[in-house]
């Protein structure tokens, strides 16, 4: 059974940079989709970005378009979401999630099987 774990999140300052990494465990996930999630207190959870099982093709929320970057690194089974420009609507609890790949739909969360537990970011103003 594979397993995601999340880390890298943080309190920081608007304007601050961070990076999320989603380690995989329990077998490869390289023919995956992988994606980013986020929830902030109150709120639904969101889409914010996938990225191929290859790595080669990427899509972001709309509004995160230029301060997020999603890649992969398959050689360490691990996701990455660099966050620039923080700010403080980014504050969330950020998830990672597995889907194995010729789904469509990849901005919803009913097509991942496999999340991890999530880490919280915190952005102040």
């Known amino acids: 059974q594979v397993q995601l774990v999340e880390s890298g999140g943080g309190l920081v300052q608007a304007g601050d940079s961070l990076r999320l990494s989603c380690a995989a465990s329990?077998?490869?996930?390289?023919?995956?989709?992988l994606g980013w999630f986020r929830q902030a207190p109150g709120k639904e959870r969101e889409f914010v970005a996938r990225v191929s099982w290859s790595g080669g093709s990427t899509y972001y929320a709309d509004s995160l378009k230029g301060r997020f970057t999603i890649s992969r690194d398959n050689a360490k089974n691990t996701v990455y979401l660099q966050m620039n420009s923080l700010k403080p609507e980014d504050t969330a609890v950020y998830y990672c999630?597995?889907?194995?790949?010729?789904?469509?739909?990849?901005?919803?969360?009913?097509?991942?099987?496999?999340w991890g537990q999530g880490t919280q970011v915190s952005v102040s103003s």
């Open positions: 329990g077998r490869t996930l390289s023919s995956h989709v």
């Open positions: 999630a597995a889907a194995p790949s010729g789904r469509i739909y990849y901005t919803s969360q009913r097509v991942y099987d496999t």
